[in-house]
């Protein structure tokens, strides 16, 4: 062990001494690509393990989901297939993508189990700014933080516990928050429902934006903790651990959240058929 502690020591001072050598730029690169795959830094769905996670769900029998920050419905279609026996109710913010979301949806057999929001979930009722960037739609937030050109737009935001209860939804299967860092704002809004215990499962973005929110993975820990079981998104399963500062990695992830009173989709989620004492405690 004593060798091998020399040998960080000297490699730390060497690399150190010439960061500026092409041949350590260029292994400083590899790292960091090296890095950003292990941490799976990656948005396709069909890559990170989203998609995968949606099929090893699918036996729970899923029957209602929220689709929060719906974009184009990339995630939603594939949910939907993914569960054939669920309904959603889906939210964008953004009028031209709300607009393409629902052309998608009307080209489908799925019209009748989606209903369409024009408008975003958010803490409580109200309208607000937010920023639609024309060439990269997917980047709309409710604030100018990118630097491309932007179009402020007046939208409507609606709160979720008022949602659920004018739609008559008894339980939430499955919420899907992707909303460029006004996650915490969404969850916010659905205090009572998620009080009540009446969501089984949250997949949530956390990433770079948390910079600018000041709210950090820890925060999401502390309003979920009690009541979920909290994991990161990986393509061969989710990554269910308890907090530590070190996971403030700023990356954009997706973190699974499980519901503690059903172990069965902690297993499922796992990829197991049911929930052994190791999983459970694995998660704690």
């Given at each position: 062990?004593?060798?091998?502690?020399?040998?960080?020591?000297?490699?730390?001072?060497?690399?150190?001494?010439?960061?500026?050598?092409?041949?350590?730029?260029?292994?400083?690169?590899?790292?960091?690509?090296?890095?950003?795959?292990?941490?799976?830094?990656?948005?396709?769905?069909?890559?990170?393990?989203?998609?995968?996670?949606?099929?090893?769900?699918?036996?729970?029998?899923?029957?209602?989901?929220?689709?929060?920050?719906?974009?184009?419905?990339?995630?939603?279609?594939?949910?939907?297939?993914?569960?054939?026996?669920?309904?959603?109710?889906?939210?964008?913010?953004?009028?031209?993508?709300?607009?393409?979301?629902?052309?998608?949806?009307?080209?489908?057999?799925?019209?009748?189990?989606?209903v369409l929001n024009a408008c975003g979930l958010g803490e409580a009722a109200a309208t607000r700014d937010i920023y639609y960037y024309p060439d990269h739609p997917n980047l709309t937030c409710d604030?100018?933080?990118?630097?491309?050109?932007?179009?402020?737009?007046?939208?409507?935001?609606?709160?979720?516990?008022?949602?659920?209860?004018?739609?008559?939804?008894?339980?939430?299967?499955?919420?899907?928050?992707?909303?460029?860092?006004?996650?915490?704002?969404?969850?916010?809004?659905?205090?009572?429902?998620?009080?009540?215990?009446?969501?089984?499962?949250?997949?949530?973005?956390?990433?770079?934006?948390?910079?600018?929110?000041?709210?950090?993975?820890?925060?999401?820990?502390?309003?979920?903790?009690?009541?979920?079981?909290?994991?990161?998104?990986?393509?061969?399963?989710?990554?269910?651990?308890?907090?530590?500062?070190?996971?403030?990695?700023f990356r954009f992830s997706n973190f699974l959240c499980v519901s503690r009173e059903r172990p069965d989709l902690l297993a499922l989620a796992q990829g197991q058929a049911a929930a052994t004492p190791?999983?459970?405690?694995?998660?704690?």
């Amino acid at each position: 062990m004593p060798v091998f502690d020399d040998f960080k020591t000297r490699s730390r001072r060497l690399i150190a001494r010439n960061r500026d050598s092409a041949s350590v730029r260029a292994l400083h690169r590899f790292a960091t690509f090296i890095e950003a795959c292990y941490q799976n830094d990656e948005w396709d769905m069909c890559v990170n393990g989203e998609t995968a996670l949606m099929r090893r769900l699918a036996p729970a029998g899923f029957t209602t989901i929220v689709d929060v920050g719906a974009h184009v419905g990339d995630w939603l279609v594939e949910a939907l297939g993914a569960w054939p026996g669920a309904s959603g109710h889906a939210f964008e913010i953004a009028p031209a993508t709300f607009g393409r979301l629902q052309r998608r949806i009307e080209s489908t057999a799925l019209t009748d189990r989606v209903v369409l929001n024009a408008c975003g979930l958010g803490e409580a009722a109200a309208t607000r700014d937010i920023y639609y960037y024309p060439d990269h739609p997917n980047l709309t937030c409710d604030q100018p933080r990118h630097p491309y050109p932007s179009q402020a737009i007046t939208a409507q935001i609606v709160d979720g516990d008022s949602y659920v209860a004018r739609h008559g939804i008894g339980t939430i299967d499955f919420l899907k928050i992707d909303v460029e860092g006004a996650e915490h704002l969404v969850l916010k809004g659905l205090r009572r429902t998620l009080a009540e215990g009446r969501v089984s499962c949250i997949q949530l973005e956390y990433g770079a934006f948390s910079i600018d929110t000041r709210v950090l993975l820890a925060d999401y820990y502390a309003m979920l903790a009690p009541r979920f079981w909290i994991g990161k998104i990986f393509p061969a399963g989710v990554e269910f651990r308890d907090y530590h500062w070190t996971m403030e990695s700023f990356r954009f992830s997706n973190f699974l959240c499980v519901s503690r009173e059903r172990p069965d989709l902690l297993a499922l989620a796992q990829g197991q058929a049911a929930a052994t004492p190791q999983a459970v405690e694995r998660a704690h």
